[in-house]
């Protein structure tokens, strides 16, 4: 909902915020955390009471809890929002907004290097409905103008890309939407709110999988859109249709993992660094996609829009995809798993079949590391391994 009771509203680093939530102690005895409400019904004092439950904070259960209300505040502070609905999980906050904003006849343009599940989600869904989807060039910047059509509803982003990295030109986008009528929404799961605010940068509605670093140790699913002002009475509407919102026991996990994401998200930052540098200057390696390294193709885009990196990068590696299941099957520590964001690495072979434009590298294969928490030199000896079981070489 609304950060307008925000204590922390006078601009506190970005640490100290996901350190305080907007929770104020003193209104629960001094209790650092704020507790768990759970709940369904709601009384009302009278029915006078009742039937102005409107003007009421909270009514019934499913609009949420003084529990999901303080994760609630605590995203639309962190992206600078208006507000902020919760749902079950990553995929869903990508669903909610795109059936807040497509109606039959409009027609949508989604970046064709999106997470696969948002593409069967346009596929399977909303040419059902009568939307027609197009995917476009992650490069296209102000060229999105020429792809614009009157029933143009929503433009759809996605920075950077999944598995392939490309960095797209915020700003340029969001204009070119804008001036054509549509509303830009942009999955940040990557970069969460401490690396890049989409809101400041045009974007109408801000993305995330809280699945990933915020939630930050696997035990749980959960999403979030957080909308400007202009948006936000829309997506709230679809959102109270659906019936849907997130569990008040996850939600404060998810208060919990904020408290601890910006230490994580700087080791994760160095340890997914120091592993992209030792891996770019193998002779088995033939281009690590990372945005952080200036090798990577897209880095001067992705120094002017965001203030770091996190620990999910790809690696080309210089053998057929056989080749590279011997790696994968050779690691010990790296799990072979999907998802990401959480406390241990993750390895997985990269499927690109659904790509239209942005088809990924030409030679080798890629596979997409998430770096964890554990030892780097471990994680190195790991990956050591994968290369000496993609050689045809003993496991050491
Ligand atoms: C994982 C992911 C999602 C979906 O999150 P779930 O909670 O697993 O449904 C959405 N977008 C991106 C970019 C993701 O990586």
Redesign the pocket.
């Known amino acids: 909902m609304s950060h307008k009771n925000n204590p922390n509203k006078p601009k506190r680093g970005v640490e100290t915020r996901l350190a305080h939530p907007p929770y104020d102690p003193m209104t629960m005895h001094g209790f650092v955390n704020p507790p768990i409400v759970r709940g369904s019904t709601v009384l009302f004092e009278s029915t006078a009471a009742m039937e102005d439950r409107q003007s009421l904070r909270y009514s019934y259960g499913l609009a949420g809890t003084p529990t999901t209300r303080v994760l609630e505040d605590a995203l639309s502070d962190l992206e600078g929002a208006y507000g902020t609905a919760l749902v079950p999980?990553?995929?869903?906050?990508?669903t909610l907004p795109l059936l807040a904003f497509a109606s039959a006849g409009d027609h949508v343009l989604v970046v064709d290097s999106v997470?696969a599940?948002?593409r069967r989600f346009c596929h399977q869904v909303l040419k059902r409905m009568g939307v027609t989807v197009e995917y476009y060039d992650p490069h296209i910047g102000s060229d999105i103008a020429g792809l614009m059509r009157p029933e143009t509803s929503v433009v759809f982003l996605?920075t950077p890309a999944?598995n392939t990295f490309e960095i797209q030109d915020v700003r340029a986008i969001c204009d070119a939407a804008h001036a054509g009528g549509a509303v830009t929404m942009l999955?940040n799961?990557?970069a969460t709110p401490l690396f890049f605010r989409p809101l400041d940068h045009g974007v109408d509605l801000s993305?995330h999988?809280l699945?990933?670093y915020p939630g930050g140790h696997s035990d749980l699913?959960?999403?979030s859109v957080s909308a400007n002002e202009a948006s936000w009475g829309k997506l709230l509407k679809m959102q109270t249709a659906l019936g849907i919102n997130a569990a008040p026991d996850d939600c404060s996990l998810v208060l919990r993992g904020l408290k601890t994401m910006a230490v994580r998200l700087h080791h994760h930052q160095q340890a997914a660094l120091d592993l992209a540098h030792w891996l770019e200057a193998r002779e088995d390696v033939l281009e690590v996609l990372h945005p952080a390294l200036a090798s990577f193709s897209d880095h001067e885009a992705f120094k002017r829009q965001f203030s770091g990196s996190t620990g999910l990068f790809g690696v080309v590696v210089d053998g057929d995809r056989d080749a590279a299941r011997r790696f994968l099957d050779a690691l010990e520590i790296f799990g072979l798993g999907y998802?990401?964001g959480g406390h241990e690495s993750l390895a997985v072979l990269v499927d690109l079949s659904d790509r239209t434009i942005a088809k990924g590298p030409d030679r080798g294969s890629l596979l997409r590391l998430q770096i964890g928490l554990e030892n780097v030199g471990d994680l190195q000896a790991d990956l050591e391994r994968g290369f000496a079981a993609m050689a045809g070489g003993d496991a050491q």
């Open positions: 999980s990553g995929l869903a906050a990508v997470y599940p948002t996605e999944s999955d799961t990557w993305i999988a699945t990933k699913l959960m999403g998802s990401w």
